[in-house]
């Protein structure tokens, strides 16, 4: 039951703040929309260090590897992967007119969600692989610590949530379809995890190589978009901002609970 709760916990976090869509009048604010960007940055690359990067390298050490090894693979795996995806899926990008990806005949609509979709595949990458580390004991890593991870990516898709349903609803979407959309993108997050689950306890061994790994893919999604976005224009500051307090509160939440 504790896995299945954790394992939802960042989806509820999607889908809540896609609910802020019944609430809104117009356009989401600039200044708020650079906040959000900013605080999902730094939730996720507190999270790649402490509950990703830091496990892995302490985990190989305790299985005889050299240390940094695994760590330094798998973390260029992830970003060679997500950069994969990201060459392929066709997708959108937040105040953006250009698509990237394939060509294809997809809505604007349906590209923004597949952009955002693409961001939570590494993140339920990284929940699932820190459970599987809890439940296999000796790795460790906890399961408090696994639910720290969890709560923390769950508070920065609170802000992807809205950063997804609102836009889609000053595209003129219905404030249903917004949310229905909005709640779709997280939905690959507890897939992704159940998966690497899966995966994980048919290859013990090769954990640390998994764990740095859904942290490359993460700091891919931070550098490649997410800061770029939080920075564009005017405010850029406000982003930075974000950027402070989400590493702040995803430290505290790992080293507290884990």
Avoid: C, R
């Amino acid at each position: 039951m504790k896995l299945l709760i954790g394992l939802l916990i960042p989806f509820l976090g999607t889908t809540l703040g896609s609910a802020t869509v019944f609430l809104m009048k117009n356009k989401i604010n600039k200044k708020v929309e650079k906040l959000l960007l900013g605080f999902a940055s730094g939730v996720m690359m507190a999270a790649s260090i402490w509950s990703l990067i830091i496990p892995s390298i302490n985990m190989a050490e305790e299985q005889g590897k050299i240390a940094w090894v695994p760590a330094a693979i798998g973390f260029l795996l992830g970003i060679v992967f997500l950069l994969v995806l990201d060459s392929l899926i066709p997708h959108l990008h937040l105040n953006n007119d250009k698509p990237e990806g394939i060509k294809s005949k997809f809505k604007k609509m349906t590209m923004m969600v597949f952009a955002v979709t693409l961001h939570n595949i590494p993140e339920g990458m990284a929940v699932g692989v820190t459970f599987a580390g809890a439940m296999l004991g000796n790795t460790g890593m906890t399961v408090g610590g696994a639910i720290a991870l969890a709560v923390g990516i769950a508070i920065q898709n609170f802000p992807e949530g809205a950063i997804v349903s609102m836009p889609l609803k000053s595209e003129g979407a219905s404030k249903g379809k917004a949310f229905f959309y909005g709640t779709l993108s997280g939905i690959v997050e507890p897939i992704a995890a159940i998966i690497t689950i899966v995966l994980t306890n048919a290859i013990v061994p090769v954990l640390p190589y998994i764990l740095a790994f859904a942290a490359g893919a993460m700091i891919y999604v931070v550098v490649e978009e997410l800061i770029p976005e939080s920075q564009a224009g005017d405010h850029s500051n406000i982003g930075t901002i974000g950027v402070a307090i989400g590493f702040v509160i995803m430290m505290i939440l790992d080293v507290a609970l884990g």
